[in-house]
């Protein structure tokens, strides 16, 4: 029989022939990885570990499975190369049998070197390397369950629903030369299945009918059906299986969206990353349990798993809590010609290994594949990919999230089942509200195509506050101002099948220099320690949960120099007190947000009552600006000090209030501009810009921005001398006529 034993004690690491001893999970870029691009290391480094001959009998396996391993390894044992790996993000196995000795030594190599066949190779996340997550040693019999297949575990369970009844296919690999296979579902029955060949391969097939159906129901009832599969020879048990499944059906409408199992279900969603400060990727159960619990508490009930295979401990939790899951491979920023074979080796890993997850709906080709235009072998690539997923798996749909700078009229945008964009109106380029007109008028041109939003966010840092916050400035104000605005636009558009907010975490993203806080991007709702959400989190608490809760936005603007201050609240009740100094202000109706104007002049206390529940903070009236409250100490700004008149632009030549319209419009204005842009694009994280098509569609909105914001958004600073140089050369061009 089977018998499977941890493996991640007692390693070697080398760097550099720097040896220490490490446990498995191991990163070697926990530290380096997120403080900023010049110290991120990317080579080739070693593991290894001694140990004696495992107890096995002589009918008997031994086989090397790892988790994950970032991004290509060769195994060796005694010397001997065993296999090698091209993929960071997924289950492979060694069969290390015949290469035993009784005292043995595996080498593990372990590259995250730049290459341009193995993706992801430019992406805005740290591409860790090591053996980050666990190690094991399985012994099995000749006779077992396929352990050689893409990763997967040999068994594959496919429910249909037939009413209120259900059909479950089921599937076995089979290795050596069983006499039979037998399988059991826990309250239901058992039946053998007979055993085949197919293609070469042997396997076993059967179903079982489930009567009146328990199904697997999203957040409400994640029920789950235990299997079990066990192989005889010559009467006895040689190997086992176990695993679950759920019962239920997905579809989508155009109109109307997602629904699971008949009934609409709005997937408000939240995007992760799998990785956390001070510990990278290598997580522990303990940290995946904890993401799954931050998620659950804001109410969201869909996930997407962004931008790899993630550990399938996580996987589980979404089976386990009701979450519906989307599943891609790294496939992703900038098409390679040389890295075909790589995504397909990938899609299969990915669908092998993942079969019988009830939370996943889909299978996603690709992510802002098009950052450098579409050729043709991108779309064959994407056709090869897509009839995979279809062949592989015709109960799921294929997917693919697009970059908002893809024309919408793009043939690779009909490939998939269904389609998402990836849209950063009101952070990257032009307004909040053109979210809401690109939805309008993409559902008014493609009134049958189903459409969701895959990813849109706005970075925040929470030690940055405004009490008059504004696009770019990395605000905790200004990211929750943007995030009421997306969700109020939802709500107002139920043909969109699914949102998912840009990033429920921060994460490290090595390329990035922002705001005074290299090395990470700070999208996430919550902070990258996972000990502090940010205001932003308590809105879509106040949206999608029903768990009664009051929350005070702006506790971290203590120090305030305004002589009217205003107090805004989250809440999923419908009334809210506010209290100055134990002294009631008002009481005010409404949902999800409810705003107070306060006098202050000292210290104050400032508490929040909705029904049982209240917030309390701490403010304080202070004559200067906090200087920690800015980007840099030398741009401290006195909000109160400023008028609020537009600046104006009627003077016949350029100038940095000028449109990049007005600009483009002069051809001594078009050269410098070029320039310009081309300076922000080198600015984008890990080289992001390079390259990049821009679409007609986001060329007019760009050409209404005026060139300082645009330039405050690509980060220069107002007073650095390539901008006067800027406004100095612009001063000269006279505008068009």
């Known amino acids: 029989m089977r018998s499977t034993f941890l493996w991640n004690d007692n390693w070697t690491f080398i760097k550099e022939n720097n040896k220490e001893q490490v446990v498995i999970p191991h990163t070697w870029n926990a530290e380096d990885g997120q403080t900023g691009p010049q110290q991120y290391y990317r080579g080739t480094c070693f593991y290894k570990k001694s140990f004696g001959k495992p107890v096995m009998e002589?009918?008997?396996?031994?086989?090397l499975e790892f988790r994950g391993v970032n991004s290509s390894c060769k195994v060796a044992i005694n010397g001997s190369d065993i296999c090698s790996h091209d993929g960071g993000y997924s289950t492979f196995r060694c069969d290390i049998t015949d290469f035993l000795s009784d005292e043995n030594e595996i080498e593990v190599s372990v590259s995250n070197e730049p290459n341009d066949r193995v993706y992801p190779q430019r992406a805005d996340f740290t591409f860790y390397?090591?053996?980050?997550?666990?190690?094991?040693l399985i012994i099995v019999d000749n006779e077992h369950f396929?352990?050689?297949?893409?990763?997967?575990?040999?068994?594959?369970?496919?429910?249909?629903?037939?009413?209120?009844?259900?059909?479950i296919d089921v599937k076995t690999y089979i290795t050596g030369n069983p006499d039979r296979i037998l399988i059991s579902i826990d309250g239901i029955g058992e039946k053998e299945i007979e055993i085949s060949e197919e293609n070469?391969?042997?396997?076993?097939?059967?179903?079982?009918?489930?009567?009146?159906a328990h199904l697997w129901n999203g957040l409400e009832d994640p029920y789950l059906y235990k299997i079990t599969a066990t192989m005889f020879k010559e009467s006895e048990q040689v190997d086992r299986l176990y695993d679950r499944f759920g019962v239920r059906e997905f579809s989508f409408n155009p109109e109307k969206g997602f629904f699971l199992n008949g009934e609409s279900y709005p997937l408000h969603g939240v995007s992760r990353h799998q990785d956390r400060a001070g510990v990278g990727n290598a997580l522990t159960k303990e940290m995946h349990d904890e993401d799954m619990e931050l998620i659950l508490s804001m109410g969201a009930n869909s996930i997407r798993l962004a931008h790899y295979q993630h550990d399938q401990y996580f996987y589980d939790l979404c089976d386990e809590k009701g979450i519906v899951a989307w599943a891609e491979i790294p496939y992703i920023t900038v098409h390679m010609d040389g890295g075909r074979e790589n995504t397909i080796s990938q899609m299969k890993e990915l669908i092998t290994q993942n079969y019988n997850h009830a939370s996943i709906m889909c299978w996603a080709l690709s992510n802002e594949i098009t950052l450098q235009g579409v050729t043709e072998d991108l779309m064959e690539n994407h056709r090869i990919l897509n009839n995979?997923?279809?062949?592989?798996?015709?109960?799921?749909?294929?997917a693919m999230a697009n970059l908002f700078m893809l024309e919408t009229d793009s043939p690779l945008v009909e490939l998939p089942d269904i389609r998402g964009y990836n849209l950063y109106y009101g952070?990257?380029?032009?307004?909040?509200?053109?979210n809401d007109k690109w939805f309008d008028d993409f559902h008014k041109e493609h009134p049958n195509t189903v459409i969701g939003l895959t990813e849109y966010g706005a970075d925040s840092v929470i030690s940055l506050q405004s009490p008059k916050p504004e696009k770019g400035d990395f605000t905790e104000s200004y990211q929750a101002i943007y995030h009421e605005h997306m969700l109020e636009m939802f709500s107002t558009r139920p043909y969109i099948w699914g949102t998912y907010c840009w990033n429920m975490f921060e994460f490290a993203a090595a390329g990035r220099e922002d705001a005074g806080d290299p090395g990470k991007n700070h999208k996430g709702l919550i902070t990258f320690d996972r000990k502090t959400k940010k205001?932003?989190?308590?809105?879509?608490?106040?949206w999608w949960s029903d768990e009664p809760f009051v929350h005070l936005c702006g506790r971290r603007y203590h120090d305030r120099i305004e002589e009217n201050t205003e107090i805004k609240v989250y809440s999923n009740l419908n009334k809210v007190t506010l209290y100055v100094d134990d002294r009631e202000v008002e009481t005010k109706e409404g949902k999800h947000i409810f705003k107070f104007m306060v006098p202050i002049s000292a210290v104050h206390r400032i508490k929040a009552v909705a029904e049982e529940q209240s917030d309390e903070m701490e403010i304080v009236k202070v004559s200067e600006p906090n200087p920690s409250y800015f980007i840099s100490a030398d741009k401290v700004r006195n909000w109160f000090d400023e008028k609020d008149e537009e600046v104006s632009n009627d003077s016949e030549y350029l100038s940095l209030s000028s449109t990049m319209a007005e600009v483009n419009a002069v051809p001594e204005g078009k050269a410098i501009l070029d320039n310009m842009m081309a300076a922000m694009n080198s600015r984008t994280a890990g080289g992001m810009g390079e390259g990049v098509?821009?679409?007609k569609a986001m060329q007019a909105i760009i050409a209404r921005q005026p060139i300082n914001k645009l330039l405050k958004q690509g980060g220069f600073d107002a007073d650095s001398p390539e901008v006067k140089a800027l406004e100095k050369a612009l001063s000269q061009i006279k505008k068009a006529k």
């Open 58 to 63: 002589e009918n008997q396996r031994c086989y």
């Open 129 to 136: 390397g090591g053996i980050y997550r666990d190690v094991y």
């Open 146 to 167: 396929d352990l050689d297949y893409f990763g997967g575990n040999g068994l594959y369970v496919t429910p249909s629903i037939d009413g209120k009844n259900a059909v």
């Open 200 to 212: 070469g391969k042997k396997v076993a097939k059967g179903s079982l009918k489930i009567e009146n």
């Open 388 to 398: 995979l997923v279809h062949e592989m798996d015709p109960g799921r749909v294929s």
């Open 427 to 434: 952070w990257y380029v032009g307004d909040m509200e053109d």
């Open 535 to 542: 205001d932003a989190y308590y809105i879509y608490k106040a």
């Open 693 to 695: 098509k821009i679409p």
